[in-house]
């Protein structure tokens, strides 16, 4: 136990991080020692060792990654521009969730597909309908490419025990995934072909405009500037960008129905400080301290990817007096920094003042870290937060959240379904139009 600890994950030793102050050391001031992954033979087998999210780091992988970065960047995320089109996404949802009347629902898949349709318009340039069937059935391959209940099991163990694959009912899952990853390979590869027969080298409006138009800068057999890399790029933008944000929008409904005052608080400061007929907008963040301290206390609180992603020591290094061999598993347990007691005051609490100052003030906090930190933290993180901000700001603004009537439950809020992503158990709520 303590800080940095060593555990036996399957046949192999993994170094477990579990404070603010050992990640921040290891991941963030030894950054080049830690930017690396492992190598895991069930993900090899879906992406051929390409991607984005697990490739084990080398200076060309490096650039691959430093590109895709950019060009996130670049086509307006953190900017104007892409708030305006999340902002649309996030209306047209709201109309996806007025049509419901009321009736409780589980509304996953209508948050889900618009959460998709915003990673749709940055990679593809184009956004699909709701009941679209391709567009349906490739959100369910995002969700399930993890979090399926009966296979995600079979899965974390095959990642720990790789032959399992080859015995019942492990088997069955292996070939569920690489099902699951065929159907979002192949939606990809099919925007991919349109992309190249449409390709204006003087306008890029997309991702893969823009990854296209940069392999023509390199030679044919550069390691990493290729289709397949493309491929796997923009399928590893949906499997981890899809799940990710819709789960934390999902808590995020949970916490509304467990606690009804702090909704009504929330939404009287959305009406007091943006009004009835504005839009909500980053702008007004400054005004929002208790709907930003909501979020910042969901990401505390429930923490979606637990455990990370694993990294890989590229050198020996020392984190506060233990020495960690090169080659060595290393991963960030970021829940259990998120409930330190001794940085957190009763860290069991869902207490959204804690991000509040005795003026009334949003704190900002570095400890609050649900997209990891350093060289491999998640390259949507700026993204996933303006989305949050803004399709809650506004489903608060529209609909009262209340509960199933015909459930005796509310859906738990302190428990929830493990596998790599922590994601509630399938709810009913009531979308109340205000
Ligand atoms: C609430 C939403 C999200 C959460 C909580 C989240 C969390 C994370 C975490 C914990 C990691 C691993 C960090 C590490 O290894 O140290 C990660 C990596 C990653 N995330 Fe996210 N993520 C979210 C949304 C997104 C979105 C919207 C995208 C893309 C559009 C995205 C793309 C990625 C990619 C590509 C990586 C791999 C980065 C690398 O290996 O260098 N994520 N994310």
Redesign the pocket.
Same mark, same amino acid.
Request: with cysteine; glycine share 14%; charged share 15%.
């Given at each position: 136990f303590g800080p940095i600890m060593s555990v036996r994950f399957g046949s192999d030793d993994v170094v477990v991080l579990s404070t603010y102050d050992v990640i921040h050391e290891a991941?963030v001031k030894n950054m080049a020692a830690f930017q690396s992954?492992p190598h895991i033979l069930l993900v090899n087998a879906l992406t051929e060792g390409y991607g %984005?999210? &697990?490739p084990p780091y080398s200076p060309e992988f490096g650039q691959v +990654?430093q590109f895709s970065l950019s060009t996130l960047r670049g086509l307006g995320i953190g900017k104007r521009s892409i708030e305006t089109r999340i902002s649309e996404i996030a209306q047209d949802m709201v109309k996806e969730l007025d049509t419901l009347d009321g009736k409780p629902t589980n509304v996953k898949m209508i948050v889900g597909t618009s959460v998709a349709n915003v #990673?749709c318009s940055i990679v593809f340039g184009k956004s699909f309908e709701h009941n679209d069937p391709a567009f349906r059935k490739v959100v369910k391959a995002n969700f399930n490419s993890w979090s399926d209940p009966k296979h995600s099991g079979n899965k974390s163990m095959m990642m720990l025990f790789p032959f399992l694959r080859h015995i019942q009912p492990f088997k069955e899952s292996f070939k569920y995934s690489l099902d699951v990853h065929q159907d979002i390979v192949d939606f990809n590869r099919k925007e991919i072909e349109e992309h190249i027969e449409n390709l204006d080298e003087n306008e890029p409006s997309d991702y893969i405009d823009a990854f296209l138009i940069e392999m023509k800068k390199h030679s044919p057999d550069d390691p990493w500037f290729h289709e397949k890399q493309l491929l796997h790029s923009i399928s590893? %933008?949906f499997i981890?960008?899809t799940e990710? @944000?819709t789960t934390?929008l999902l808590w995020c409904m949970i916490a509304m129905l467990h606690y009804p005052d702090l909704q009504a608080r929330i939404y009287n400061e959305l009406m007091q400080e943006i009004g009835e007929q504005v839009l909500p907008s980053v702008d007004h963040r400054d005004k929002l301290p208790l709907f930003r301290a909501f979020i910042q206390e969901i990401l505390r609180y429930k923490t @979606?990817?637990i455990l *990370? #992603?694993q990294?890989l020591t590229t050198k020996d290094v020392d984190i506060k007096g233990y020495r960690i061999p090169k080659d060595t598993k290393v991963t960030?347990n #970021?829940d259990a920094c998120h409930s330190d007691p001794n940085v957190w005051k009763d860290p069991s609490k869902f207490d959204i003042h804690r991000h509040i100052d005795k003026d009334g003030k949003f704190i900002l906090s570095r400890k609050v870290i649900? &997209? *990891? #930190? *350093?060289a +491999?933290?998640?390259? *949507? =993180?700026k %993204?996933?937060r303006i =989305?949050?901000y803004l399709f809650l700001a506004n489903i608060i603004k529209r609909f009262e959240i209340l509960p199933d009537p015909k459930s005796e439950h509310l859906p738990p809020f302190d428990d929830g379904l493990s596998g790599l992503i922590h994601s509630p158990f399938s709810y009913k709520v009531s979308l109340k139009p205000r």
């Open positions: 991941f992954r %984005l999210a &697990f +990654r #990673i590893d %933008l981890a960008g990710t @944000t934390t @979606t990817v *990370g #992603i990294h960030a #970021i649900p &997209f *990891g #930190i *350093g +491999r933290s998640c390259l *949507g =993180e %993204l996933a =989305e949050i």
